[in-house]
């Protein structure tokens, strides 16, 4: 599990993990969230992902750092099949109290530990172990579910709902990479060729 620049590196450092150093073989998963660049990974490397191998990549909605198409890019050339990996935008939810932002610092925003840090997040992150560790179809349905009503459903209360996560196996980009301080059309990005 990754975050920002962690979630960029989780895909190398998975690999060597994997397949170099062959841990995993009673499960394995990636969890990236609003990944920043991919370095140390090559092409060939994203296509010989062990089989058992489990992918849920987050981004954002409203952030500003990393461009949505740095895990596009990931995503959609990863080995993975899709009945084993989904693509997850979380959505602002403002609420007449409260604001649930979708900001390049979910999880756990500055501000407090909230219902989008549990339920659109580490709920998420249990079920994909479960499933990738025990084999658990109900936790898949949770973790992978391919737009579940297990999956996507965020809680309610006093008829105040938060926004569904948005789930797909071929994910866009929504907004112009003038959008991101970190853009995939950059010399920076090691993938600049995959960046559409």
Request: contains cysteine; hydrophobic residues 35%; aromatic residues 14%.
């Amino acid at each position: 599990m990754g975050h920002s620049f962690g979630g960029g590196a989780t895909f190398a450092l998975a690999h060597k993990g994997f397949v170099d150093e062959g841990w995993g073989e009673n499960g394995r998963f990636i969890f990236a969230m609003a990944q920043w660049y991919s370095y140390q990974i090559t092409q060939t490397e994203l296509q010989s992902f062990p089989e058992n191998t489990k992918l849920i990549t987050q981004v954002y909605n409203d952030d500003v750092t990393n461009d949505h198409r740095l895990a596009i890019d990931i995503f959609k050339n990863i080995n993975i099949p899709d009945s084993e990996k989904d693509f997850i935008l979380i959505k602002k939810s403002v609420l007449p109290t409260f604001t649930y932002t979708a900001e390049h610092n979910l999880p756990n925003t500055q501000s407090s530990y909230d219902a989008y840090d549990y339920y659109g997040i580490y709920r998420l992150l249990d079920a994909v172990i479960d499933y990738s560790f025990n084999g658990n179809l109900t936790a898949k349905n949770v973790a992978l579910g391919n737009e579940s009503k297990e999956q996507v459903t965020m809680p309610s209360y006093n008829g105040l709902a938060l926004s569904p996560l948005e789930v797909t196996d071929n994910p866009a980009a929504f907004y112009p990479q003038s959008k991101y301080s970190f853009q995939c059309g950059s010399i920076s990005n090691p993938r600049l060729d995959h960046c559409n």
